[in-house]
């Protein structure tokens, strides 16, 4: 794939702040789900910022108008010093969400980070069977999740739960239902794998068939008609299967940023694998200069930067064209139109993805990451 041959015009929109910051902590993670889009190159643990450094950035984050940050990685929990930085947050006054496999979560761990102002936690889990949700995490992980979430729930805070949905358990999906009701989970995120990082590298074991969601689609529709709207069941739409450009992030550097744990800055969590980028770190740079000005911001901001057809698509105002990563991922341009969508001329890529697509055994899952951190 060729990288960009040169930058598109910048956007002249002044942007308005940023309301939401993914933080992630950290590339360290005792879990090896294949479906991770963390780089593939990944952040050392010697290389990430420090205590001290995280409550420089959210406190810029606050005064920018941040008032929500995931805490994310890898596995925050990896963070000794994990309760400063959300101690840091509430500071700055930004409410914080702890997103975690709960590996390592106990009782102590959960009064600490909720006594320094932590106020909500999202648990990932990759199957209802114990045993296979083990396999997908490449890690013996399951019993860890069920007794973090009756800590969370417990300690009263909220509770999220998260499945990335693929090939290998989008056919339990109403199991999946069952066990965050049954964690008492407040909302549960069905979110079909979004393929950067290490899904794109396992795309092939990862990608569902068309009849699969069906299926599921036809599930959550018929599981919401069963709930008065406690929990709240969130469908995250496949990228490849609709013919539709989803929006990135709401927009390129239109309403959230993501600090990687080296402290480069970036509008969404794949963009760093976009060549050219010229992406700027917290440690040279305010925060609010980067939003407002740096080139990885303004380079794909509004509407300017756009070819045909995306131009002239009176949808432009509303899907921005797509996703930049993906556009780069599949056809290495960067400022092409994102081939999910119907309309794009390289949009037959990925249908003919979606259509090899078979349905096959829930065995061969393979573990993505060659070490750990």
Same mark, same amino acid.
Request: glycine letters at 10%.
């Given at each position: 794939?060729?990288?960009?041959?040169? @930058?598109?015009?910048?956007?002249?929109?002044? &942007? =308005?702040?940023?309301?939401?910051? +993914?933080?992630?902590?950290?590339?360290?993670? &005792?879990?090896?789900?294949?479906?991770?889009?963390?780089?593939?190159?990944?952040?050392?643990?010697?290389?990430?910022?420090?205590?001290?450094?995280?409550?420089?950035?959210?406190?810029?984050?606050?005064?920018?108008?941040?008032?929500?940050?995931?805490?994310?990685?890898?596995?925050?929990?990896?963070?000794?010093?994990?309760?400063?930085?959300?101690?840091?947050?509430?500071?700055?006054?930004?409410?914080?969400?702890?997103?975690?496999?709960?590996?390592?979560?106990?009782?102590?761990?959960?009064?600490?980070?909720?006594?320094?102002?932590?106020?909500?936690?999202?648990?990932?889990?990759?199957?209802?069977?114990?045993?296979?949700?083990?396999?997908?995490?490449?890690?013996?992980?399951?019993?860890?999740? =069920?007794?973090?979430?009756?800590?969370?729930?417990?300690?009263?805070?909220?509770?999220?739960?998260?499945?990335?949905?693929?090939?290998?358990?989008?056919?339990?999906?109403?199991?999946?239902?069952?066990?965050?009701?049954?964690?008492?989970?407040?909302?549960?995120?069905?979110?079909?794998?979004?393929?950067?990082?290490?899904?794109?590298?396992?795309?092939?074991?990862?990608?569902?068939?068309?009849?699969?969601?069906?299926?599921?689609?036809?599930?959550?529709?018929?599981?919401?008609?069963?709930?008065?709207?406690?929990? =709240?069941?969130?469908?995250?739409?496949?990228?490849?299967?609709?013919?539709?450009?989803?929006?990135?992030?709401?927009?390129?550097?239109?309403?959230? +940023?993501?600090?990687?744990?080296?402290?480069?800055?970036? @509008?969404?969590?794949?963009?760093?694998?976009?060549?050219? +980028?010229?992406?700027?770190?917290?440690?040279?740079?305010?925060?609010?200069?980067?939003?407002?000005?740096?080139?990885?911001?303004?380079?794909?901001?509004?509407?300017?930067?756009?070819?045909?057809?995306?131009?002239?698509?009176?949808?432009?105002?509303?899907?921005?064209?797509?996703?930049?990563?993906?556009?780069?991922?599949?056809?290495?341009?960067?400022?092409?139109?994102?081939?999910?969508?119907?309309?794009?001329?390289?949009?037959?890529?990925?249908?003919?993805?979606?259509?090899?697509?078979? =349905?096959? @055994?829930?065995?061969?899952?393979?573990?993505?990451?060659?070490?750990?951190?």
């Amino acid at each position: 794939m060729a990288a960009m041959t040169g @930058p598109p015009e910048r956007s002249a929109v002044r &942007p =308005e702040p940023p309301w939401a910051l +993914l933080a992630e902590l950290t590339h360290g993670c &005792p879990l090896h789900c294949p479906y991770c889009s963390n780089p593939v190159q990944l952040v050392s643990r010697g290389a990430e910022l420090t205590a001290g450094e995280w409550a420089g950035v959210l406190r810029q984050a606050g005064d920018l108008g941040v008032v929500s940050a995931h805490l994310s990685g890898g596995e925050p929990l990896l963070r000794s010093d994990l309760e400063a930085i959300v101690a840091a947050a509430d500071r700055a006054g930004i409410h914080t969400q702890l997103v975690t496999s709960g590996a390592g979560l106990g009782r102590a761990r959960l009064d600490r980070l909720v006594g320094a102002g932590l106020r909500s936690v999202q648990l990932s889990v990759q199957h209802a069977d114990a045993a296979t949700s083990d396999r997908i995490a490449g890690s013996r992980s399951f019993a860890g999740k =069920e007794r973090a979430a009756r800590l969370i729930r417990a300690a009263g805070l909220p509770l999220g739960v998260n499945v990335v949905l693929h090939r290998h358990n989008l056919d339990a999906l109403d199991a999946l239902i069952d066990l965050g009701v049954s964690w008492g989970a407040d909302r549960i995120e069905l979110a079909n794998t979004q393929f950067y990082g290490w899904a794109l590298r396992n795309r092939a074991e990862l990608l569902p068939s068309r009849a699969q969601l069906d299926r599921a689609r036809q599930t959550v529709r018929r599981r919401r008609a069963g709930f008065d709207g406690t929990p =709240e069941l969130v469908w995250v739409v496949p990228d490849y299967f609709d013919g539709n450009a989803k929006p990135c992030m709401g927009g390129w550097g239109a309403v959230s +940023l993501t600090v990687a744990p080296d402290g480069t800055t970036l @509008p969404c969590p794949a963009a760093a694998s976009i060549p050219g +980028l010229n992406a700027s770190n917290v440690r040279d740079h305010p925060l609010a200069w980067i939003w407002n000005h740096s080139p990885a911001f303004t380079r794909y901001r509004g509407t300017a930067w756009m070819r045909e057809p995306c131009r002239s698509c009176d949808l432009r105002e509303q899907d921005f064209g797509g996703c930049r990563c993906q556009a780069f991922a599949l056809i290495g341009d960067a400022a092409a139109t994102d081939p999910a969508c119907r309309l794009s001329p390289d949009h037959a890529l990925v249908r003919d993805l979606a259509d090899a697509a078979a =349905e096959r @055994p829930t065995t061969g899952l393979g573990r993505p990451r060659g070490a750990d951190l």
